[in-house]
């Protein structure tokens, strides 16, 4: 009887020494983590940074005055305006297509009434 009681005694306090053992693992690696954590969150403050220099670096590149000044170098003197017969417009809405036309021929082109079709729906 004296065995079988020892025996259980070992095997619970093997049993509690393994759960122990994790949940300290455990606890060093979220130690671990949270050291890490302020470097990382320097560096994402940093490329954060990074990225709203470039950004305004964009914006000054696309910026009409600065694309003027370039246009007037003399490397990008070979350059020129298009004239407004060479510039060409696609639309990809048909109505407006249809109103700059009536526009453009100033008449009247009669105006065909529209078809719906559909289901209607009783409350």
């Given at each position: 009887?004296?065995?079988?009681?020892?025996?259980?005694?070992?095997?619970c306090?093997?049993?509690f020494?393994?759960?122990l053992y994790?949940y300290?693992?455990?606890?060093?690696?979220l130690?671990k983590?949270?050291?890490?954590?302020?470097?990382?969150?320097?560096?994402?403050r940093?490329?954060?940074?990074?990225?709203t220099?470039?950004?305004?670096?964009?914006?000054?590149?696309?910026?009409?005055k600065?694309?003027?000044?370039?246009?007037?170098?003399?490397?990008?003197?070979h350059?020129?305006h298009?004239?407004?017969?060479?510039?060409?417009v696609?639309?990809?809405?048909?109505?407006?297509?249809?109103?700059?036309?009536?526009?453009?021929?100033?008449?009247?082109?009669p105006?065909?009434?529209?078809?719906?079709?559909?289901a209607k729906?009783?409350?």
């Open positions: 009887m004296k065995k079988f009681l020892i025996v259980k005694v070992l095997i306090a093997s049993s020494g393994g759960v994790a300290l693992e455990q606890q060093n690696d130690t983590l949270r050291i890490g954590l302020p470097e990382l969150a320097k560096e994402v940093v490329l954060s940074e990074e990225n220099r470039l950004q305004y670096e964009i914006e000054q590149f696309e910026n009409p600065y694309l003027m000044a370039l246009a007037k170098r003399p490397e990008f003197s350059l020129k298009p004239v407004a017969s060479e510039i060409l696609i639309n990809t809405n048909p109505e407006i297509e249809f109103k700059q036309e009536i526009e453009k021929n100033n008449s009247q082109i105006i065909l009434p529209r078809i719906l079709m559909g729906i009783s409350q």
